[in-house]
Structure formats: structure tokens, C-alpha cells
């Protein structure tokens, strides 16, 4: 592949940013030769990367910008990855704060925001997403009584919790097989689908296989813990023909990869660019006003890395109807909105959890107040009065 891969490097006070920097251009790509390969010496000196910009910031920290050549790795997440940080990330504190790569590298979403909206036959609003609650625990048939309930109330998508694995106890071909007839009725009913973002376990061969299993099924889309499974896993999937359905992306572990100030990646070089040049259809992540402490700034770089490649952006963990002023000021109706117990603990029932974000949604296009004075009796006042706003 031609052209050029940048990486963002920040350094903090007291490490020396231009020698280590230089570390990392040389180290990390055709590293240093003797007199024996002096007849190759132009061959390997176009491997070596370059420091582009050495910048200082505030409280002595430094960020380097260093330029690899795109030659050096196979267009794929696992060998950029290692590249740009692999060895060097045993080397000492750095961070890597942003991936800058070319337009061709890696692989395209097949579906994305405009996919999933053709498929649910949405055009314009927000769409809502649930997650099964509790996230343990539940047999197959468990699954379908809950979906069920929140199907005819307007659901989009529904998916399962990033820690339920494939137990003995609901199976996931058998939990696809008690809520098939679900969606089947719903499609009948309404003539638009919902998906079921349904959780891949195993170990590679085992999610490949599962993941065919269930599209050959009619399983309409998948969830892959990407951070724990790997970066191969989800571009196998993601370029796979008998897997032609929406993949959404968790985002588990990110904190292990990203909290750390001086170590790791940022969060918008996990979560928006490597997954969105990964395959990724749609990428959950932590809402900055949700349950978990997560920087707005973060927020909003992960936000721009995925709707710069077409990925839908799913603010995640504790988000409710209450919040629906502060993340439609944020994203506009380019969003789907993911709620777990903000749809399935609501006071009146899951099924009114729905009917609260599609009101809300309501009198946001319709210009109507969302504040809980002039919100009437029913769903989305209910919510407001448990949960507050943002």
C-alpha cells in the first residue's frame, strides 16, 4: 500500500520527547543495520519512519507527530497496531493520541448508520436501541417474554449484555430461536424489522462459526466485545459473505487500553479510528452525562472519527429518557440511543421505557419543551420524574 500512516504521540514532563520519539521512528520500523546491508541501504531507509513535529503543551508535556510508510504493514489493524506501539508501548510512558491513516486502508463498514436505517426502514429520528436486562440469568424463553414486551412498543434494536457468553443455560442459537418468531410477528405487523445484535463467545473459530450459524438462521446483527476478541476478529466477520448482516462494536476494556493519561491509546484512536477502519458497523461507547465518568472531549473525537467513515455513534451506559435534550444538542438525529435499565426499569414497564424515547423524540421534532413542568402524564414524564435530566 502507498502513501503515508501519521501517529500522534504524546510524551509527559520529564521524558525526553525528541530522543524517544526518533526511539519509536527507528525502533518500531526497519530499526538499525550494519556495514553487511550497506548494497540495501535505500531499500531499507524507506521503511524508516520520520518525526514529523515535535509540539510542547502545557505542564511539560510534548506530543510528536511521526510519519510511517504505509508499505510497512498489510493494510490490517493487527499489524498497524503493532507497528505504531507494539514493542515501544514496554518502552515507558506514551500515549498515543491519534491514527491518522489513508482513505483505502483497512476495511469499510458494509452496513453503517445508512445501512442499519435502510434496514429498519427509518429515515430521520434518533433510533433506540435496548439492552436485555438482567444481563444474567435469563433462559431463552426469558428473552423472548422481555422482547415481547418492548417489540410493539417501537423498538429498533435490542442486544444482548456484552457479558453474556454462549451458556447451556440460553444458548445463543437458542435464544435467536425463541425470539425469531417475535420479530417475525413484529415485521408482519408493522413492515419494519428490529434487530437483535445478538453477543459472540468462543474462541476464533468457534465466534466465526456462530456468527454463520446465526445469519444462515436469519439472525439479523451481531455484538462483538472487539478489545477482548481482537481487531482480526471483528475484520473476519466484517469481510465474511455468509455474515452480511450489521456488526455493533463494544467497547469493553477500553478503559484497560485508554483511562491511563500516560499510557496506552486515547479513546477516539480505539473506539473511533482503528474500529471504524476495522469493519465496524456501529460503535457503543460511554455518554460523557451517562453512569461512567467519560470525558466530553473524548466523546466528541470518537464521534468524528466514526461519521467521518460512515459508522453510527452509540452513546451508551446510562442513558435514559431524561437525557434526551442533552444528546439531541449533541449529535441531531444521527445517533441511535442505547438504553439498558432507562428502558427496562422503567416505572410502568419496559414496554413504556420505548413509548418514553419515542415521545421525547416527539416533541423534539416538534420543537416541544422536554422539561419535566411541561412534560403531560404518561411514559416520558414518568421516566423524567425517576432519572431527572441532563
Not at 45 to 50: D, I, P, T
Not at 297 to 318: H, N, T
Request: one cysteine or more.
Amino acid at each position: 500500500m502507498s502513501g503515508y500512516i501519521e501517529v500522534d504521540y504524546q510524551f509527559p514532563a520529564g521524558v525526553d520527547a525528541q530522543r524517544q520519539a526518533q526511539a519509536i521512528a527507528i525502533g518500531q520500523t526497519a530499526g538499525s543495520w550494519d556495514a553487511r546491508f550497506q548494497h540495501r541501504e535505500e531499500q531499507l531507509r524507506g521503511h524508516l519512519a520520520e518525526v514529523l513535529a515535535l509540539h510542547e503543551l502545557p505542564e511539560g508535556r510534548h506530543l510528536a507527530t511521526i510519519r510511517f510508510p504505509a508499505e510497512n504493514v498489510d493494510g490490517r489493524m493487527g499489524s498497524l497496531l503493532t507497528m505504531i506501539f507494539g514493542k515501544y508501548s514496554l518502552a515507558g510512558p506514551a500515549k498515543v493520541m491519534a491514527i491518522r491513516l489513508p482513505a483505502e486502508y483497512g476495511q469499510s463498514c458494509r452496513f453503517g448508520l445508512a445501512g442499519i436505517r435502510e434496514k429498519l426502514n427509518v429515515a430521520e429520528r434518533p433510533l433506540i436501541m435496548a439492552i436485555f436486562k438482567p444481563a444474567l440469568g435469563l433462559s431463552a424463553e426469558d428473552h423472548a417474554e422481555i422482547l415481547a414486551e418492548v417489540a410493539m412498543a417501537g423498538l429498533d434494536i435490542i442486544k444482548d449484555d456484552e457479558i453474556l457468553p454462549d451458556l447451556p443455560s440460553a444458548a445463543t442459537l437458542a435464544r435467536w430461536e425463541a425470539c425469531a418468531p417475535i420479530i417475525e410477528a413484529r415485521r408482519d405487523r408493522t413492515g419494519r424489522d428490529l434487530l437483535y445484535a445478538m453477543n459472540l463467545s468462543g474462541d476464533a473459530r468457534q465466534v466465526q462459526e456462530l456468527a454463520r450459524q446465526l445469519a444462515d438462521r436469519g439472525a439479523n446483527a451481531l455484538l462483538l466485545n472487539v478489545l477482548a476478541y481482537g481487531f482480526p476478529m471483528l475484520e473476519a466477520l466484517a469481510a465474511d459473505p455468509e455474515v452480511n448482516v450489521p456488526i455493533f462494536a463494544h467497547p469493553a476494556l477500553a478503559g484497560a487500553w485508554c483511562a491511563a493519561p500516560d499510557y496506552g491509546f486515547a479513546y477516539a484512536a480505539v473506539l473511533g479510528t482503528a474500529m471504524s477502519y476495522a469493519g465496524a458497523d456501529a460503535v457503543l461507547y460511554p455518554a460523557h452525562y451517562g453512569s461512567l465518568p467519560f470525558p466530553e472531549a473524548d466523546e466528541q473525537a470518537i464521534v468524528a472519527a466514526l461519521r467521518a467513515r460512515g459508522v453510527a455513534p452509540v452513546p451508551s451506559a446510562g442513558v435514559h429518557p431524561g437525557m434526551l435534550s442533552a444528546i439531541l444538542e449533541d449529535y441531531g438525529p444521527e445517533v441511535i440511543l442505547n438504553a439498558g435499565t432507562g428502558i427496562m426499569d422503567h416505572p410502568m414497564g419496559p414496554s413504556s421505557g420505548v413509548l418514553a424515547f419515542h415521545e421525547g423524540l416527539e416533541r423534539w421534532q416538534e420543537g416541544a419543551s422536554l422539561k419535566l413542568s411541561d412534560l403531560p402524564a404518561g411514559p416520558l414524564r414518568t421516566a423524567v420524574e425517576k432519572w431527572g435530566a441532563a
